[in-house]
């Protein structure tokens, strides 16, 4: 369900999602990117959802 969300936004981009891709390019700029990246993600929002799996505790910026 999660995966289809963006289908009724019209494309992914204006779902939230971020191409694995894209991200990869945030990760080259370094730490500092990432958190200003994550910060900017969270900024103006009133709720937050993590999907949680098997190996998301053990995850880096999760933690």
């Given at each position: 369900?999660?995966?289809?969300?963006?289908?009724?936004?019209?494309?992914?981009?204006?779902?939230?999602?971020?191409?694995?891709?894209?991200?990869?390019?945030?990760?080259?700029?370094?730490d500092?990117?990432?958190?200003?990246?994550?910060?900017?993600?969270l900024?103006?929002?009133?709720?937050?959802?993590?999907?949680?799996?098997?190996?998301?505790y053990?995850?880096?910026?999760?933690?």
């Open positions: 369900m999660v995966r289809n969300s963006w289908v009724t936004k019209g494309n992914y981009i204006e779902a939230g999602f971020i191409d694995a891709a894209d991200f990869e390019e945030i990760k080259k700029q370094g500092e990117a990432i958190k200003r990246w994550i910060n900017s993600q900024d103006g929002t009133s709720v937050t959802v993590v999907l949680i799996g098997a190996e998301t053990s995850r880096r910026w999760v933690r």
